[in-house]
């Protein structure tokens, strides 16, 4: 039997406010994403992208049409319910990295696990674990302010996997690094997607970045204009 897409958007709208304020942020749009793809989003300044983002993440609700996360459907679920999903199934990873300042690299890492009622042993062994996946190994004690733009992005990459998300959600997660550190952390994310088959989700607004990626995915205006494979090759 064919497993069912992992994230699949059927004509979903969503609209702000009413009458002369109205906006209209998606547009009856259609989605698909299988397992394992590596996939970038992108389009200027309001046209949808991080609308659908959010939806995907389970941060927003359509208006209007279907959302289905690995064959179930998931638009109308309660708060505490779409919390549950996000808990065990998403990872995050923001533009401004959302660490705890004065804390250890390492406590920020448990964090999801903590949420989730693992025991501490186990916590640190799987925090452990992942900052050793994301070349933070001999890092872990140290907090914030001790570690470079690049290094933090790779402890919240690790936040990120510690759950042991189906999905990453990456948005915009190379903005506040400069060009070497940002083709650095582009590197592990593709290195995650290939050799643990993670699925990836990111906003990008730099064709650059966007590269890295197997699939571009461009919105404009709320609705998909294109939809294309990105040609295999590792970017400079």
């Given at each position: 039997m064919t497993a069912p897409p992992l994230i699949e958007l059927s004509d979903v709208s969503r609209v702000y406010g009413m009458g002369?304020?109205?906006?209209?942020?998606?547009?009856?749009?259609?989605?698909?994403?299988?397992?394992?793809?590596?996939?970038?989003?992108?389009?200027?300044?309001?046209?949808?992208?991080?609308?659908?983002?959010?939806?995907?993440?389970?941060?927003?609700?359509?208006?209007?049409?279907?959302?289905?996360?690995?064959?179930?459907?998931?638009?109308?679920?309660?708060?505490?319910?779409?919390?549950?999903?996000?808990?065990?199934?998403?990872?995050?990873?923001?533009?401004?990295?959302?660490?705890?300042?004065?804390?250890?690299?390492?406590?920020?890492?448990?964090?999801?696990?903590?949420?989730?009622?693992?025991?501490?042993?186990?916590?640190?062994?799987r925090a452990r674990a992942a900052l050793q996946k994301v070349g933070l190994d001999g890092r872990e004690d140290h907090d914030s302010s001790q570690l470079s733009g690049g290094q933090q992005q790779r402890v919240a990459i690790a936040?990120?996997?510690?759950?042991?998300?189906?999905?990453?959600l990456a948005d915009e997660p190379t903005g506040n690094l400069d060009s070497h550190r940002s083709h650095e952390i582009m590197k592990l994310l593709q290195q995650l997607n290939r050799d643990d088959g993670i699925t990836i989700v990111m906003v990008t607004h730099e064709d650059d970045i966007a590269a890295y990626a197997s699939r571009l995915v461009i919105f404009a205006d709320g609705r998909i204009t294109r939809d294309e494979a990105v040609p295999e090759r590792t970017p400079a």
């Open positions: 002369e304020t109205e906006v209209r942020a998606l547009e009856h749009t259609s989605l698909i994403i299988r397992r394992g793809e590596f996939v970038s989003i992108m389009g200027p300044s309001g046209s949808g992208k991080s609308t659908a983002m959010n939806t995907i993440g389970l941060l927003d609700r359509p208006s209007s049409g279907r959302y289905l996360f690995n064959g179930v459907e998931v638009q109308d679920l309660d708060r505490d319910s779409r919390a549950l999903l996000r808990r065990h199934f998403l990872g995050f990873v923001f533009q401004g990295f959302n660490l705890l300042p004065r804390t250890s690299a390492l406590e920020n890492v448990e964090l999801p696990l903590i949420y989730k009622g693992v025991p501490r042993a186990e916590r640190i062994a936040r990120a996997l510690v759950g042991e998300p189906m999905v990453i």
